[in-house]
């Protein structure tokens, strides 16, 4: 019987698939004092079939993530009115492995062009899916933030869960404040810096201030 | 201030996106019995900022979703699993308007090429999003999911909360227990039947059976 797998769907296409984000589950890392995630898995049993269903209840800010203005009250901005356009198209991937303060000397080393999609690859990736989170992890500062801002920066993703150091916000208001989404808590550990085409899509939360999103890059 | 739209981010690009997936609200449709969907936003006011949250609580199979084959134990393959090639590339929507049991006959006429991923619009499109479901809703046979298992289907998306008829499970035993993956409760009220480029990606819940998705045409 026929199973679509990668290799009997698309023999000649030579595109490859880097899946950055974070698995969804109730051991994964939150952000202090959230309740985390819960997984309540069901089973029904009827005369031809057993049925699994599953009901979630997580935050809107849990593992990889879509911020939109309105989290920082930054802009009316929600996340289901991000346009596909930012969310999707090329992008690359900067190493900054090593630092814990990304500013603009960092990113102008990066020589980021105009209008482009940037993804952070910093040492946060070694933990960024279970954990734990260092006390000083990988940021941005508010002055790279502006400088990103400056540059008309599409969309920055971080492998943080957050693009600020905790209980900062400078990152968080320049960048949202200037319309610019953030994709927070990806996995960069598995793709190696440079470009790639990135497709990412939250969930369609109507009013959002964030939703939950799936993540890929392409090669 | 830079603020990220489509028309400044692709002035020269002639994409044009078409978002089916179904806004998640609290008002939202759901299967009957089903909790719903709770969201709990909150509000924190620090010394710089005003920052806004959520928690959500949902189905697995709530609003635009796939199925894997887990789902119906018709085989070990989750939601997490499905191959991104499975969930990217070309799609055709198939015009089934008007029809209550989608068969062999109807989707014969269709012409579907093999290995192809086809969507099925029908006159379900008109309440998707916030019901209610009549008690007949249009659905697949069991015929018509054989029918596109021997065509080797990629992906079959549909535009009702099942793709059988409540209470039935043939439609999914046969395209789960083929290993295609089911995309529910799509809105194709506002795409023309033909041919477009998918992009459907669920969330990346670890082991589950299904997953609320995010669904783009590209056209």
């Known amino acids: 019987m026929f199973r679509p797998t990668p290799a009997n769907l698309c023999p000649t296409m030579r595109v490859r698939y880097f899946d950055i984000s974070v698995p969804i589950c109730e051991e994964m890392l939150v952000w202090p004092g959230d309740p985390g995630v819960k997984i309540e898995r069901s089973r029904h049993v009827s005369h031809d079939a057993t049925i699994l269903g599953a009901r979630l209840a997580l935050g809107s800010h849990t593992g ?10 930054a802009g009316e901005g929600t996340v289901d009115a991000i346009p596909p356009e930012a969310l999707i198209g090329p992008a690359r991937v900067l190493d900054l492995r090593g630092n814990i303060e990304i500013g603009r000397a960092e990113l102008e080393a990066a020589k980021i062009a105009p209008r482009s999609r940037v993804l952070l690859r910093t040492d946060n990736s070694n933990w960024v899916r279970r954990g734990p989170m260092p006390e000083r992890p990988a940021h941005l500062t508010g002055e790279g933030a502006r400088y990103l801002v400056e540059r008309e920066t599409l969309l920055v993703g971080v492998d943080g869960l957050s693009v600020d150091l905790p209980g900062r916000h400078e990152a968080h208001l320049a960048l949202l404040g ?18 790639y085409h990135l497709i990412c899509l939250p969930l369609r939360l109507a009013g959002g201030e964030a939703a939950p999103a799936r993540a890929l890059l392409l090669k």
């Open 64 to 73: 990889t993530h879509l911020d939109a203005p309105l989290h920082f009250s």
């Open 178 to 195: 200037a319309g610019i989404p953030l994709l927070e808590a990806v996995d960069l550990s598995a793709v190696e810096p440079g470009d």
